[in-house]
């Protein structure tokens, strides 16, 4: 069974510090692994989404990386600022999407 | 990209009552999925939604309390039963995600009293 476990569970950075997001998991069979953000209370907005053939995609400020024989992935976010404060979850699949337990981060002025 | 419109946002509701959330995408879909995500924890699937065909319900929910209507490619019901205290989750629809990328509706939050 797939499990995703999300490092670190949270973490408060002072804004303008680049910060790294880690995502690993346990079976490396995946078709591919997506990013998202949430915040509270309300649903998910997909980030960044890397198929299995990827190393990595890049999406303005955001960077994600994907080892998939090592069953790790990075999300790197660059020059971070209050707005990207909110919980960001990695999901893999298949069969169906299995999800980390997420990184609750909070960027404070 | 997948629009999906998820409603409603929120309720309250009383125990022992029912909730029926809706989710419409703005293109037609094979299959859409329901989530469950409790509070602090992340997200759980509760079932698949084909159209013209049963949903397929993971380990741990059932049809009676989690009906669930598909009937076309563009709309999907999900209605929580009998609800109880336990039942207070954020509920998600969504659609893509096994070899597409996944969107997902804004959340129905629910609390039961």
């Known amino acids: 069974k797939q499990e995703v476990t999300q490092i670190p569970a949270a973490l408060s950075v002072p804004e303008g510090e680049n910060l790294v997001l880690n995502c690993s998991f346990t079976d490396s069979a995946i078709y591919n692994l997506q990013w998202f953000r949430q915040d509270p209370g309300k649903g998910l907005t997909s980030l960044l989404l890397i198929q299995s053939s990827q190393r990595e995609q890049t999406s303005g400020r955001l960077n994600a990386s994907l080892d998939k024989s090592s069953g790790r992935s990075t999300l790197y976010i660059a020059a971070s600022q209050p707005g990207d404060s909110a919980t960001y979850l990695c999901?893999?699949?298949?069969?169906?999407?299995?999800f980390g337990q997420g990184t609750i981060l909070t960027v404070h002025p | 990209s997948a629009v999906i419109s998820q409603k409603p946002s929120r309720d309250i509701c009383q125990r022992g009552t029912s909730l029926t959330i809706q989710c419409q995408v703005d293109?037609?879909?094979?299959?859409m999925f329901w989530y469950r995500q409790q509070p602090g924890q992340s997200l759980t699937l509760i079932a698949t939604a084909n159209q013209g065909s049963e949903a397929t319900y993971e380990s741990g929910f059932v049809i009676d309390k989690f009906p669930i209507s598909r009937p076309n490619l563009t709309f999907s019901t999900l209605t929580v039963s009998n609800m109880s205290p336990e039942d207070s989750s954020i509920y998600l629809c969504?659609?893509?995600?096994?070899?597409?990328?996944?969107?997902f509706g804004q959340g129905t939050r629910l609390t039961v009293v």
């Open positions: 293109s037609q879909v094979t299959m």
């Open positions: 969504s659609e893509g995600g096994i070899n597409t990328e996944a969107f």
């Open positions: 999901a893999v699949s298949p069969p169906s999407l299995t």
